[in-house]
């Protein structure tokens, strides 16, 4: 059984739902913040996803930062050093999901060779108020070569599929170095 | 108000000793309150006191003037009179007042109790002569009273007995009256006394006819009495004819005779006995369950003796088969004549049921006719109806039974006769006694042969099964080895790739060995890095513990973290006003209807355009 330690930062606007994301997939859909509750700065969580098929376990430190302009000198700090990142916008928020794109542009920005990233739509419970169509996620997202996926924290759907995928994605990324690596050794 | 008047014009308070008055006349004023004992409950203000009217002298002298004081009453009684009004006067008061004046002055007189008591003695004389007379009358009438109570008695029961009868009449007439039947019962009845006196005069004349036959009989008793008394007269007169030795010869044959008479009834009686002990004994063999059983056996033995004495006759007349077959047939047709006897029997009984059938009917007619004569016949005729119907029920029952033992005797001998021809046939051909005893073993030989060969056959089937089922397991094995031969293939490879290895057994212990010491010294590294990081570790925590100390002590951040709060909890409600005003936002959209509305009124302008232009056209 393989350990691999991932950091994962997560941004997006405020009041996307990023707390709630990250609360329902580390609670395992347990526990969902009913009341709003500003994030301040950032928060740290740790959470275990098994690969079984390979036989690996992916231990993620997911930094859940803040979206407001108030920490903007706080966030490059915090994600110097991570991995891989999280980009959520709310599918019944035109101006998030246009917000999205400058949070992509700063991490890639701070952090020159990532592992990977996803963008995430948020709130895909609300069908009647969605102004994000699914398409104009999935655009942005190729644009920037990232998974897209949508869900609800609210209900619980989809909710681990992205930490799943990022997972994988490590798990490759580093699989692969590993090879680099040992081409490397054996040249 | 009354006891003030009571105590004024009572006789009785005109003799109250004189003491009273002066004591109450010496009173005045406060000091002659009353108390209770001196008719107290008047109020002192009721009336002036005696002892200060005018009247009332202080010197007065004592008795004789008490009546005069007393006189003055009517004044003191005509002060109250005032008051009268208010009373009610039936119950007391003034008429009561006259009265007892009026007494008063009755008193006084001698004469008047003496003309009182005159005139009241003679009340009373009368009074005891009106008694007597009354007590005579009573007697008197007591003593009518005695016989007029005899008298009623005998009325009474008369009266009872005529109730009784009126009751009876009463019940007859309500029947008469109410039933409508009872004239139908009556003549019901009247019907049943002539049927009981026509009976009755059937029955006297059969009793005559009865004592006439009696009669009858009795002559003809006393005509052959007669006759015996003459044909003794006549024996007694031939024994006096005959001579001496036959005399006596008749005697000694008279007197055995006599002996033998007697000894009849002697064996009669021992007979009889004897019949009683064959009875008892029957009856107690009848009781034991052992004893009746040898009893039917023995009959059953006797029977089979008899049967056997019938079949040892019958043998021994062996008839040949010829005259067996007649005899058969002989008594095939007895049977059968016996068949159509019966056959005949039942059709006459038929007709003779049908012949009864019919007199019933005419009996029942007759019956309805005259029911009380001939009931009597009716009930035999119903009897004998019965009769013949259970014998009717019973004769179907019976004739089918015969019918089956006839078939059963007829079968029988139609086998008898089947196999006596068969017989008979075979008679000419049948083999010796040598030959059938070789015939025989042959046979037995041969069965013996049979069951070995059969016994051989199920064994080889046997084996036939087995050597099936393992050929089937030789087929699955090709498949098994195959595999097994693969695998041990692979194994001899792989072993092969390791023998290489193990050829070079120094080689691989050295590499082992080199090994083992890059992964000491990497572990030698490791855990001085462990420590390393320990150290820094908590050189680290330190630190972190006393900037968080600075922290802690630093006012600014203080405020930044109350700040924080404050935020948080307007970026909150401002959340909560966002949702709201979005939730609201979406409820108030006229956007569409909007769109709607102008894209309505632009067709309506494009219509309203082209109507123009027609018109001007």
Same mark, same amino acid.
């Given at each position: 059984?393989?350990?691999?330690?991932?950091?994962?930062? /997560?941004?997006?606007?405020?009041? /996307?739902?990023?707390?709630?994301?990250?609360?329902?997939?580390?609670?395992?859909?347990?526990?969902?913040?009913?009341?709003?509750?500003?994030?301040?700065?950032?928060?740290?969580?740790?959470?275990?996803?098994?690969?079984?098929?390979?036989?690996?376990?992916?231990?993620?430190?997911?930094?859940?930062?803040?979206?407001?302009?108030?920490?903007?000198?706080?966030?490059?700090?915090?994600?110097?050093?991570?991995?891989?990142?999280?980009? /959520?916008?709310?599918?019944? $928020?035109?101006?998030?999901?246009?917000?999205?794109?400058?949070?992509?542009?700063?991490?890639?920005? /701070?952090?020159? $060779?990532?592992?990977?990233?996803?963008?995430?739509?948020?709130?895909?419970?609300?069908?009647?108020?969605?102004?994000?169509?699914?398409?104009?996620?999935?655009?942005?997202?190729?644009?920037?070569?990232?998974?897209?996926?949508?869900?609800?924290?609210?209900?619980?759907?989809?909710?681990?599929?992205?930490? $799943?995928?990022?997972?994988?994605?490590?798990? $490759?990324?580093?699989?692969?170095?590993?090879?680099?690596?040992?081409?490397?050794?054996?040249? | 108000?009354?006891?003030?008047?009571?105590?004024?014009?009572?006789?009785?308070?005109?003799?109250?000793?004189?003491?009273? #008055?002066?004591?109450?006349?010496?009173?005045?004023?406060?000091?002659?309150?009353?108390?209770?004992?001196?008719?107290?409950?008047?109020?002192?203000?009721?009336?002036?006191?005696?002892?200060?009217?005018?009247?009332?002298?202080?010197?007065?002298?004592?008795?004789?003037?008490?009546?005069?004081?007393?006189?003055?009453?009517?004044?003191?009684?005509?002060?109250?009179?005032?008051?009268?009004?208010?009373?009610?006067?039936?119950?007391?008061?003034?008429?009561?007042?006259?009265?007892?004046?009026?007494?008063?002055?009755?008193?006084?007189?001698?004469?008047?109790?003496?003309?009182?008591?005159?005139?009241?003695?003679? @009340?009373?004389?009368?009074?005891?002569?009106?008694?007597?007379?009354?007590?005579?009358?009573?007697?008197?009438?007591?003593?009518?009273?005695?016989?007029?109570?005899?008298?009623?008695?005998?009325?009474?029961?008369?009266?009872?007995?005529? %109730?009784? %009868?009126?009751?009876?009449?009463?019940?007859?007439?309500?029947?008469?009256?109410?039933?409508?039947?009872?004239?139908?019962?009556?003549?019901?009845?009247?019907?049943?006394?002539?049927?009981?006196?026509?009976?009755?005069?059937?029955?006297? &004349?059969?009793?005559?006819?009865?004592?006439?036959?009696?009669?009858?009989?009795?002559?003809?008793?006393?005509?052959?009495?007669?006759?015996?008394?003459?044909?003794?007269?006549?024996?007694?007169?031939?024994?006096?004819?005959?001579?001496?030795?036959?005399?006596?010869?008749?005697?000694?044959?008279?007197?055995?005779?006599?002996?033998?008479?007697?000894?009849?009834?002697?064996?009669?009686?021992?007979?009889?006995?004897?019949?009683?002990?064959?009875?008892?004994?029957?009856?107690?063999?009848?009781?034991?369950?052992?004893?009746?059983?040898?009893?039917?056996?023995?009959?059953?033995?006797?029977?089979?003796? *008899?049967?056997?004495?019938?079949?040892?006759?019958?043998?021994?007349?062996?008839?040949?088969?010829?005259?067996?077959?007649?005899?058969?047939?002989?008594?095939?047709?007895?049977?059968?004549?016996?068949?159509?006897?019966?056959?005949?029997? +039942?059709?006459?009984?038929?007709?003779?049921?049908?012949?009864?059938?019919?007199?019933?009917?005419?009996?029942? *007619?007759?019956?309805?006719?005259?029911?009380?004569? &001939?009931?009597?016949?009716? &009930?035999?005729?119903?009897?004998?109806?019965?009769?013949?119907?259970?014998?009717?029920?019973?004769?179907?029952?019976?004739?089918?039974?015969?019918?089956?033992?006839?078939?059963?005797?007829?079968?029988?001998?139609?086998?008898?006769?089947?196999?006596?021809?068969?017989?008979?046939?075979?008679?000419?051909?049948?083999?010796?006694?040598?030959?059938?005893?070789?015939?025989?073993?042959?046979?037995?030989?041969?069965?013996?042969?049979?069951?070995?060969?059969?016994?051989?056959?199920?064994?080889?089937?046997? @084996?036939?099964?087995? #050597?099936?089922?393992?050929?089937?397991?030789?087929?699955?094995?090709?498949?098994?080895?195959?595999?097994?031969?693969?695998?041990?293939?692979?194994?001899?490879?792989?072993?092969?790739?390791?023998?290489?290895?193990?050829?070079? +057994?120094?080689?691989? *212990?050295?590499?082992?060995?080199?090994?083992?010491?890059?992964?000491?010294? @990497?572990?030698?590294?490791?855990?001085?890095?462990?420590?390393? +990081?320990?150290?820094?570790? %908590?050189?680290?925590?330190?630190?972190?513990?006393?900037? @968080?100390?600075?922290?802690?002590?630093?006012?600014?951040?203080?405020?930044?973290?109350?700040?924080?709060?404050?935020?948080?909890?307007?970026?909150?409600?401002?959340?909560?006003?966002?949702?709201?005003?979005?939730?609201?936002?979406?409820?108030?959209?006229?956007?569409?209807?909007?769109?709607?509305?102008?894209?309505?009124?632009?067709?309506?302008?494009?219509?309203?355009?082209?109507?123009?232009?027609?018109?001007?056209?």
């Amino acid at each position: 059984m393989r350990l691999l330690r991932c950091r994962l930062a /997560v941004l997006g606007e405020s009041a /996307v739902g990023k707390t709630a994301l990250i609360q329902m997939f580390k609670s395992e859909g347990a526990h969902y913040p009913k009341n709003y509750i500003m994030t301040l700065a950032a928060e740290f969580h740790s959470k275990t996803v098994q690969i079984r098929e390979k036989d690996t376990s992916v231990e993620f430190y997911v930094m859940d930062l803040s979206g407001k302009g108030l920490y903007d000198s706080l966030r490059r700090q915090v994600l110097e050093g991570t991995s891989m990142f999280i980009v /959520v916008y709310d599918v019944t $928020n035109e101006e998030s999901f246009k917000m999205a794109e400058k949070w992509i542009d700063e991490y890639n920005a /701070v952090v020159s $060779n990532s592992v990977g990233g996803a963008l995430i739509g948020n709130k895909s419970d609300l069908e009647e108020r969605i102004e994000v169509k699914t398409q104009r996620g999935q655009d942005l997202a190729r644009e920037h070569n990232l998974a897209f996926f949508e869900c609800s924290a609210l209900r619980g759907t989809e909710v681990e599929t992205p930490f $799943n995928w990022l997972a994988n994605a490590f798990l $490759n990324a580093y699989e692969d170095k590993m090879k680099l690596y040992a081409s490397l050794d054996k040249s | 108000m009354s006891l003030q008047l009571d105590g004024c014009l009572t006789p009785l308070s005109a003799e109250r000793p004189p003491s009273a #008055r002066p004591g109450s006349a010496a009173r005045n004023g406060p000091s002659g309150a009353p108390s209770p004992s001196q008719g107290g409950a008047r109020p002192p203000s009721g009336r002036p006191q005696s002892g200060m009217r005018p009247g009332s002298a202080a010197g007065r002298p004592g008795t004789g003037a008490q009546r005069p004081g007393s006189a003055m009453r009517p004044g003191t009684n005509g002060m109250n009179l005032g008051n009268v009004g208010n009373r009610n006067v039936l119950s007391q008061g003034l008429g009561r007042t006259a009265t007892k004046t009026g007494m008063a002055r009755t008193v006084t007189d001698r004469n008047y109790y003496v003309g009182e008591l005159r005139v009241r003695i003679g @009340e009373l004389n009368g009074e005891i002569e009106k008694m007597s007379s009354e007590i005579e009358q009573f007697e008197r009438d007591n003593q009518s009273a005695i016989q007029l109570q005899k008298s009623i008695d005998d009325v009474t029961e008369e009266v009872e007995a005529l %109730q009784g %009868q009126l009751k009876d009449y009463n019940l007859l007439l309500d029947r008469l009256h109410t039933s409508t039947s009872s004239e139908l019962e009556v003549e019901q009845l009247r019907e049943q006394a002539n049927d009981l006196k026509k009976s009755n005069e059937v029955e006297r &004349r059969k009793a005559d006819q009865i004592f006439t036959e009696r009669n009858a009989k009795e002559n003809q008793i006393a005509e052959i009495e007669e006759q015996v008394h003459h044909i003794q007269q006549d024996m007694e007169r031939q024994l006096g004819e005959l001579n001496q030795s036959d005399r006596e010869n008749y005697g000694h044959l008279k007197a055995e005779n006599s002996r033998l008479i007697t000894d009849i009834a002697e064996y009669q009686a021992g007979i009889d006995q004897v019949a009683e002990e064959i009875k008892k004994l029957q009856n107690e063999l009848r009781l034991d369950p052992s004893k009746q059983k040898n009893l039917t056996l023995h009959d059953e033995l006797r029977q089979l003796q *008899k049967q056997k004495a019938e079949l040892e006759e019958e043998t021994s007349n062996k008839l040949s088969i010829p005259e067996e077959i007649e005899k058969l047939t002989h008594k095939v047709k007895a049977t059968n004549a016996e068949v159509q006897t019966i056959e005949s029997n +039942i059709s006459t009984v038929l007709e003779a049921l049908n012949k009864l059938r019919e007199d019933i009917s005419n009996v029942e *007619k007759n019956m309805a006719e005259s029911k009380s004569e &001939r009931a009597e016949k009716f &009930r035999d005729l119903v009897k004998k109806d019965k009769d013949m119907t259970e014998f009717m029920e019973q004769y179907e029952s019976e004739r089918s039974q015969l019918m089956e033992e006839n078939a059963k005797v007829e079968y029988l001998i139609q086998t008898a006769l089947e196999t006596a021809s068969k017989y008979v046939g075979a008679e000419h051909s049948l083999p010796s006694a040598d030959m059938v005893n070789q015939m025989r073993e042959d046979a037995t030989f041969k069965e013996d042969q049979l069951t070995s060969s059969q016994q051989t056959a199920e064994r080889l089937k046997h @084996e036939l099964d087995q #050597r099936r089922s393992e050929l089937d397991k030789m087929a699955n094995l090709d498949g098994k080895i195959e595999e097994e031969m693969q695998g041990l293939k692979a194994k001899i490879a792989k072993m092969k790739e390791e023998l290489v290895n193990f050829n070079s +057994i120094d080689t691989v *212990k050295e590499s082992f060995e080199n090994n083992k010491k890059l992964q000491n010294q @990497e572990k030698q590294v490791l855990s001085k890095r462990k420590e390393l +990081i320990g150290q820094q570790n %908590q050189v680290l925590s330190a630190n972190n513990d006393a900037k @968080e100390r600075l922290l802690r002590e630093n006012e600014s951040h203080g405020q930044i973290e109350i700040l924080e709060k404050s935020l948080r909890h307007y970026e909150q409600n401002n959340f909560h006003i966002k949702e709201y005003i979005l939730a609201k936002g979406k409820e108030g959209d006229y956007k569409t209807i909007r769109d709607e509305v102008i894209k309505l009124t632009s067709d309506m302008n494009v219509q309203v355009n082209a109507g123009f232009s027609r018109m001007k056209l």
